[in-house]
């Protein structure tokens, strides 16, 4: 997997105000043109399965990467590029020109939609934990792990479910910081933390691999919304994030969108019931 240096960012700088000296129809003409004399999209992912996955040999995979390279060759950009990177660091590196696009399930709420332009919705799911079996804390919810003095729960640096936990009165030092699904996995079996949160799906997809009896799933997590994500552009590439939303609903339309997600366990229904303006405005 290739990481990009400031060279290409530079390089990326020249190449729009060229293009833009070249009368481009706006900047943000500029920023697909760019991206096409680039031959890449820079993408931001977290290697967290389904949503993304990164194999030994560098491959990139995972419904979200997959859906984004479709996509992106429709426009003429021949491939991604992906950078691996902690939820919470997404939208920062993005602001900060590191990422062209997140493309890595970063689910849409408000705080995030009021940052970037993300596009329509692409993968839906709901929240989950992971125990140990027979649940014996009984935990259902968040605020089963806040009611427990005792307790802690895992989750990702800037995710959802942190913020999930600490909005339920789970206390700061109770909610641990987990820096991807592996060590989540081996501190819940060795008891370090009570519970680790993530979606069904990744949850599901850590527990299919690890082939241990003595973990169980909680799913879903009560009281948690089902989230979607879309790709998420820098405020200020909505001609490109709007190019992108032309693709994705052909795609959603012809079936195509369905035959890439679906086969990683995501409902291409469950997008396409919704929209970013419902996603961006719920509470
Ligand atoms: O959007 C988020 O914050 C969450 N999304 C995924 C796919 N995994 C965990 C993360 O917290």
Do not use: W
Request: charged share 25%; aromatic share 6%; hydrophobic share 45%.
């Amino acid at each position: 997997m290739k990481k990009l240096g400031i060279l290409a960012g530079v390089a990326g700088l020249a190449v729009s105000t060229m293009l833009l000296a070249s009368g481009a129809r706006s900047a943000d003409d500029a920023k697909l043109e760019q991206l096409k004399q680039q031959g890449f999209a820079r993408v931001a992912i977290a290697n967290e399965p389904p949503y993304t996955a990164v194999a030994a040999d560098g491959k990139v995979s995972g419904a979200a990467p997959d859906v984004a390279r479709e996509i992106f060759k429709r426009l003429g950009v021949n491939d991604i590029v992906a950078s691996i990177s902690e939820y919470g660091a997404m939208i920062p590196g993005l602001q900060a020109g590191r990422f062209d696009v997140v493309t890595a399930g970063l689910f849409m709420k408000p705080e995030r939609c009021a940052a970037v332009a993300y596009s329509e919705p692409v993968l839906c799911d709901a929240e989950a934990m992971l125990v140990k079996k027979g649940n014996p804390k009984g935990f259902k919810s968040y605020a089963d792990i806040a009611k427990d003095s005792s307790s802690t729960v895992g989750a990702p640096g800037g995710g959802t479910e942190e913020k999930l936990a600490l909005n339920a009165g789970v206390p700061r030092d109770r909610v641990i910081v987990v820096p991807d699904g592996q060590s989540g996995l081996k501190m819940v079996q060795d008891g370090r933390i009570d519970a680790y949160s993530l979606p069904v799906l990744s949850i599901n997809d850590l527990v299919k691999k690890a082939n241990d009896p003595n973990l169980e799933v909680i799913a879903p997590v009560q009281g948690a919304p089902v989230y979607c994500d879309g790709a998420a552009f820098k405020k200020g590439d909505e001609a490109l994030r709007d190019a992108y939303d032309v693709e994705l609903a052909k795609m959603k339309k012809s079936g195509e969108f369905a035959k890439i997600i679906e086969p990683y366990g995501f409902s291409a229904k469950a997008a396409m019931s919704t929209t970013r303006e419902k996603l961006c405005a719920a509470k």
